[in-house]
């Protein structure tokens, strides 16, 4: 089974909609990072939580960690179109430390309609 | 700084051919590391680097082989490609703070091979 799970595996929202996408882990949490990839692109980093309870925000993408529940969820507010792309979370699984060897789900696909 | 940089960008090879996928970074990063992006599989580590002429496997090294001489490279060779192995690679680098310091990963642009 997946040891990272993200839902949806894909949205369509209009634009200025708020949303929200979760990502579950079926182990112990010691880092989480959130990448946004452009199709045919690299992925570009957008934040990372350690600790529970944590919670970070630029401009209008806030994410947060809940290590009891072994889960994050990012919330954007009043989407725009330059929002769409694919979302990807990715943990380090591996007792912290381990920021080169991530373990990632499979991605949600964010498609913003003007 | 140019970041991570991977070549080349687009590659399409052969049943049995060998090949070499670049990649390189100018951060003076300890860790690198290579993964796999395939359709509704998500990214999946190949192999990984803690330091030059340390290397070492991750989920699905089978097929590929990699070595560290230097801090700035880290080559993935196919020694005799399989249309299975048809993917988008993606290489990255990080900076080691410490145990339990965690900082993100950087990632190159990606290379797409087709293998048929």
């Known amino acids: 089974s997946q040891e990272l799970e993200q839902s949806p595996q894909s949205l369509i929202v209009q634009e200025g909609k708020n949303l929200t996408i979760n990502c579950t882990s079926s182990k112990t949490l010691y880092g989480l990072y959130w990448y946004k990839q452009k199709y045919g692109e690299g992925l570009i980093f957008l934040m990372m939580l350690q600790k529970g309870g944590e919670e970070k925000s630029h401009e209008k993408i806030t994410a947060k960690l809940d290590e009891k529940k072994q889960q994050s969820s990012l919330h954007i507010t009043a989407s725009q179109p330059s929002h769409a792309g694919i979302y990807l979370c990715?943990?380090?699984?591996?007792?912290?430390?381990?920021?080169?060897?991530?373990?990632f789900g499979k991605g949600t696909l964010l498609t913003v309609n003007p | 700084n140019a970041g991570v940089t991977q070549t080349p960008k687009f590659q399409v090879l052969k049943t049995g051919q060998s090949m070499t996928l670049q990649c390189a970074q100018d951060m003076n990063h300890e860790y690198m590391s290579w993964y796999r992006q395939d359709p509704g599989m998500g990214l999946r580590l190949i192999h990984y680097?803690?330091?030059?002429?340390?290397?070492d496997q991750g989920e699905v090294p089978n097929g590929y082989n990699v070595s560290r001489s230097t801090t700035e490279d880290f080559p993935l060779r196919l020694l005799s490609a399989a249309p299975s192995q048809t993917s988008v690679y993606f290489c990255?680098?990080?900076?080691?703070?410490?145990?339990?310091?965690?900082?993100?990963?950087?990632f190159g642009p990606g290379t797409r091979l087709t293998v048929t």
């Open positions: 990715g943990a380090d699984l591996n007792s912290g430390g381990s920021n080169y060897k991530l373990t």
């Open positions: 990255a680098s990080s900076y080691s703070a410490g145990t339990g310091i965690p900082y993100e990963q950087y």
């Open positions: 680097s803690v330091g030059a002429g340390i290397t």
